[in-house]
């Protein structure tokens, strides 16, 4: 007889979403994420800032935490989010910690059905690498070979099942993520794969219906848009999708949104 383990079967209410955010993108970045998918993962999905915003708090119920990380894009204030971030996750009983950029697209059921196929008690490293080989660093002692590691880049996503994190603690719980990264003086999404990869040695899972804006968007077909997990955006590269006006949804997450969920209130019918 031949048996099939199928991992047990996970809800929304298993994954904690975190999204990366600075005061300055609370009005322009988070207004098109709080429109579209936040209101399918309220509950599921917290904000992580470096101000405190009453508007922004009241309009995610609360889910706003003011990580008093430096308001900079340096890899010092980025880890120490990642940081709080991580502890935030730690400090929940959820099975899966997924993290995100304020400029991602978040497909949540999507990305529910997706980790039904992961077993949150084993170890996954969930993510889309950016750079087509290993990340190299040269090692302390200059005789010894260099260290190469993937890491899934975090404007793109990346989940973490908690039996991983857990093993990640020494290197990254209790505020140790920020002083992990200093060490290396790398960014967060790299210091993650350092820990991951280097230290304990667990392999990153490609998953490419993950999305960061550093690969072209207008390529992924329209048919397979309900497919994909992340999108992202930047300047002269969005989805290609028919829908509003490029005016009205530059970023064109409305039209997608549309697209997926068609019974939202501003969606034309
Ligand atoms: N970010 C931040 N502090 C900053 C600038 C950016 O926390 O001073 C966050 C931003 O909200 C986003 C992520 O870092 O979630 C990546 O920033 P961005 O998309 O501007 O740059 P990228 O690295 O994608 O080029
Ligand atoms: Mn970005």
């Known amino acids: 007889i031949t048996t099939t383990l199928r991992p047990p079967t996970i809800t929304l209410d298993d994954v904690f979403i975190s999204v990366k955010t600075t005061k300055r993108y609370h009005k322009s970045r988070l207004y098109v994420i709080l429109k579209t998918w936040f209101q399918l993962a309220k509950e599921q999905t917290w904000f992580f800032t470096d101000s405190d915003d009453k508007d922004l708090q009241n309009k995610t119920y609360g889910h706003v935490i003011n990580t008093k990380c430096p308001a900079s894009h340096h890899r010092k204030a980025l880890c120490c989010k990642m940081s709080v971030e991580f502890d935030a996750?730690?400090?929940?009983?959820?099975?899966?910690?997924?993290?995100?950029?304020?400029d991602n697209y978040v497909n949540v059921p999507r990305l529910v059905e997706f980790l039904k196929d992961y077993n949150p008690k084993e170890d996954w490293y969930l993510g889309k690498p950016s750079i087509q080989r290993a990340f190299e660093i040269s090692s302390k002692n200059k005789t010894s070979p260099k260290i190469k590691f993937w890491f899934g880049t975090g404007g793109a996503g990346v989940c973490i099942s908690r039996a991983l994190a857990l093993k990640m603690m020494p290197?990254?719980?209790?505020?140790?993520?920020m002083r992990t990264g200093e060490k290396i003086r790398l960014p967060d999404d790299v210091t993650m794969g350092y820990i991951i990869e280097h230290l304990l040695k667990k392999p990153l899972t490609v998953v490419n219906q993950f999305h960061s804006h550093l690969e072209p968007m207008k390529f992924?077909?329209?048919?397979?848009?309900?497919?994909?997990?992340?999108?992202?955006?930047?300047?002269?590269n969005i989805i290609k999708i028919e829908?509003?006006?490029?005016?009205?949804?530059p970023t064109r997450f409305l039209s997608l949104h549309c697209l997926?969920?068609?019974?939202?209130?501003?969606?034309?019918?």
């Open 171 to 177: 290197a990254a719980g209790g505020g140790q993520f």
């Open 89 to 102: 996750f730690m400090d929940t009983d959820k099975k899966w910690f997924c993290h995100f950029d304020d």
């Open 243 to 249: 829908g509003f006006d490029i005016l009205r949804d």
């Open 260 to 269: 997926l969920f068609p019974y939202f209130k501003f969606c034309p019918r």
């Open 220 to 236: 992924i077909r329209r048919e397979l848009l309900k497919d994909q997990i992340s999108f992202s955006y930047a300047s002269n």
